[in-house]
Structure formats: structure tokens, C-alpha cells
């Protein structure tokens, strides 16, 4: 069993920067592939950005609509993953949650096991 939480949501201006966080805990962290995901309003869930675990290093992978502005990083010791949002525009505004599944990358939602309970980015215009 994995527990995820975010933290780190808020309202911030466009332009303007956030960082999400995911604590993770329950089996080991590293043997488990992590996705960020968000939901704006009346659309379905979207993949933003994830990561396989590889050996030492790993391969991360990023929705079109983020490239060049988000960074997904993760601290192994700590069991956390986060989310750096730079230059951020008004439709990125969503309800934020970072996912887990055994071993290997999807960017499909339907692929993953286990979900934080979300955190809100709000980017004003």
C-alpha cells in the first residue's frame, strides 16, 4: 500500500511560480513509478508530467502543454516528489494530484493505484 499527500497549492498571478510536493509512504518509494495529473472544472483528468524509476537515474516525461515550464524532481531519502510550475497562465488552473503505480510510466490516469487527495492551483489572469 502507498499513501500519498500533496501540499503546496494556492493562488498565484500569471507569471508567477508555485512548487507541489508528494510525501510518500508504504512500500518502498523507488520501486514505483510517480505521475502528477490535473483536473480543471468540467474537463477530465490530464497527464502533466511523471517519472520511471531506472537504476540511479530515471526517465521523465512531460505533457506538451507544460514543456519548458514545469520540473518534475524527487528525493529519494525523503520519499517525495515535486513539482516546480514556472511561468504559470491561467489554464493551468486545476485541482493537482500526483499518482503512483508499480514500476513503469503511463501517462494514463486509468494505470495508476494509488492517488493523493489533490491540492488546488488557482493562476489568475
Known amino acids: 500500500q502507498v499513501q500519498l499527500v500533496e501540499s503546496g497549492g494556492g493562488l498565484v498571478q500569471a507569471g508567477g511560480s508555485l512548487r507541489l510536493s508528494c510525501a510518500a509512504s508504504?512500500?518502498?518509494?523507488?520501486?514505483?513509478?510517480m505521475g502528477w495529473f490535473r483536473q480543471a472544472p468540467g474537463k477530465e483528468r490530464e497527464f502533466v508530467t511523471g517519472?520511471?524509476?531506472?537504476?540511479?537515474?530515471?526517465?521523465?516525461y512531460y505533457a506538451d502543454s507544460v514543456k519548458g515550464r514545469f520540473t518534475i524532481s524527487r528525493d529519494r531519502a525523503k520519499n517525495t516528489v515535486y513539482l516546480q510550475m514556472n511561468n504559470l497562465k491561467p489554464e493551468d488552473t486545476a485541482v493537482y494530484y500526483c499518482?503512483?503505480?508499480?514500476?513503469?510510466?503511463?501517462?494514463?490516469?486509468?494505470?495508476?493505484?494509488?492517488w493523493g487527495q489533490g491540492t488546488q492551483v488557482t493562476v489568475s489572469s
Open positions: 517519472f520511471s524509476w531506472s537504476g540511479s537515474g530515471g526517465s521523465t
Open positions: 499518482a503512483a503505480r508499480p514500476l513503469y510510466f503511463s501517462d494514463s490516469s486509468d494505470d495508476y493505484d494509488y
Open positions: 508504504g512500500r518502498t518509494f523507488s520501486t514505483y513509478a
